[in-house]
């Protein structure tokens, strides 16, 4: 069964606001087994709106609308629906009782406007708002239902719960699918795609697969009515990729992010971690206390940026950072020792580089060193230590840290797994040579 949805609103097409309607009912339709397939903006115009519909229920077999049905003169949409059905638009005296009482109950006058909220397309329902003053509504044109939401993020979705979805499940039969996904870290959607050609074109037409690329991740999705078999391949998918996949999980389980992972193999392991972060400015702390019992590993971090600050709190040498700056292996290491002794922790990681955009100690901007120093693992009674360097291009300066941030927590769990670096970079451990914790 096929969905569309049209989301209604001048913000969404200006930048005021952000859409996030469009992932979340696309994740719950899919939840249940029903497919999105179209999806419109358009702004607060009754032209448009109608027109949109037009294209919505050519397209699919039910329609989701959201936005416009609060009280003011850009709220369209229920003008929109009895345009559209060619219908008079009629007050309901007992949603106008249910909001008046809504109003009351509130403490509020209720303005002369609201009454608008009332007004139904005739031979439409109304659907219960429990989060707010303005109903939805309900029409069916031509056999296809039309379910009409307010914008409102918390009302919409639960309206959607509450009174979409339980009807979608009655009127319908969805063919229910899983879905396994496959999490990639660093390495790009080219490459996992290239890993995956013969892979594809030998997956049987029971199956489908979809690619989703975020910065520093890629999702893989693999798909179908046989749970056996979309495990199966999805297990084949994950080996011919590799290393760089760090969690294969079926969709309806919490999602697993790399924080979660490091957090997983530090319990294993009995081990905790501190941070020491100058470039990504407190980030990789951030997100490893995402984690729910996320103190059990994670003992705290240093944000030096200074200079002074990374002398005077881990350590660094004032000749070291005399002589090479402050975006250099060396001090990258020195960091992250300093942070160890500092806090006791089994394990700490450092970040130090030019997020741009302008250069820095004559580096580029993207010039990153990352550096993990942790408990020996071989009698030689040794620290382990791992110093890497990155050349991050072509982004700003937000995404440089955000990308800095996965590389660190990906240089964790490598080394904790026993790994080899990652896709771009380069070991330069032997860089730090001598400088003693």
């Known amino acids: 069964m096929r969905t569309a949805l049209v989301l209604i609103g001048d913000e969404l097409l200006n930048g005021s606001v ?10 719950r339709l899919a939840e249940h087994g029903f497919e999105l397939g179209h999806a419109q903006l358009v702004g607060d115009d009754l032209a448009s709106i109608s027109d949109a519909l037009s294209v919505a229920t050519s397209r699919a077999d039910a329609v989701v609308l959201t936005g416009g049905l609060g009280p003011t003169s850009d709220d369209l949409t229920g003008n929109a629906l009895a345009r559209f059905m060619r219908v008079p638009l009629l007050r309901n005296q007992h949603l106008l009782d249910l909001i008046a009482a809504r109003y009351r109950a509130s403490g509020v006058t209720m303005p002369e406007n609201a009454g608008s909220m009332a007004d139904l397309p005739e031979g439409a329902t109304s659907l219960l708002n429990q989060e707010g003053s303005a109903p939805g509504i ?4 031509d056999g296809v239902p039309i379910f009409a939401l307010p914008g409102v993020p918390r009302e ?7 009174e979409v979805l339980p009807e979608l499940l009655r009127e319908f039969l969805p063919e229910l699918r899983t879905t396994f996904i496959i999490r990639v870290a660093i390495e790009g959607e080219s490459s996992v795609a290239m890993k995956l050609h013969q892979w594809e074109r030998d997956l049987p037409t029971s199956l489908s697969v979809a690619y989703l690329a975020q910065l520093g991740n890629v999702l893989v999705k693999i798909s179908g009515t046989d749970e056996s078999e979309v495990r199966l391949y999805a297990g084949r998918a994950a080996i011919l990729i590799g290393d760089s996949v760090y969690a294969v999980q079926d969709q309806r389980e919490p999602s697993l992010s790399l924080e979660h992972i490091v957090h997983r193999l530090l319990s294993e392991r009995g081990e905790t971690i501190a941070t020491a972060e100058s470039l990504t400015g407190g980030g990789v702390g951030v997100a490893l206390t995402h984690v729910p019992g996320s103190s059990e590993n994670f003992l705290g971090g240093f944000i030096a940026y200074s200079p002074e600050l990374k002398t005077e709190f881990l350590g660094v040498r004032t000749a070291l950072i005399a002589t090479v700056g402050t975006v ?5 290491y020195a960091m992250a020792s300093g942070a160890r002794r500092a806090t006791g922790a089994d394990w700490a990681l450092s970040t130090t580089g030019v997020a741009g955009p302008g250069w820095s100690e004559a580096k580029a901007p993207g010039t990153v060193f990352l550096a993990i120093v942790g408990p020996p693992q071989s009698p030689s009674n040794e620290l382990e230590k791992r110093v890497v360097r990155l050349e991050i291009r072509h982004l700003d300066r937000e995404m440089v840290r955000h990308a800095s941030v996965i590389h660190a927590l990906e240089l964790v769990r ?3 797994s026993g790994l080899g670096n990652a896709i771009g970079a380069e070991d330069v451990t032997y860089l730090s040579k001598g400088l003693d914790e």
């Open 328 to 332: 250099d292996p060396g001090v990258a």
């Open 414 to 416: 490598r080394t904790l």
């Open 18 to 27: 952000s859409d996030t309607a469009a992932a979340w009912i696309g994740a």
């Open 138 to 141: 309900r029409v069916v044109s």
């Open 156 to 162: 919409m979705r639960a309206m959607f719960m509450q």
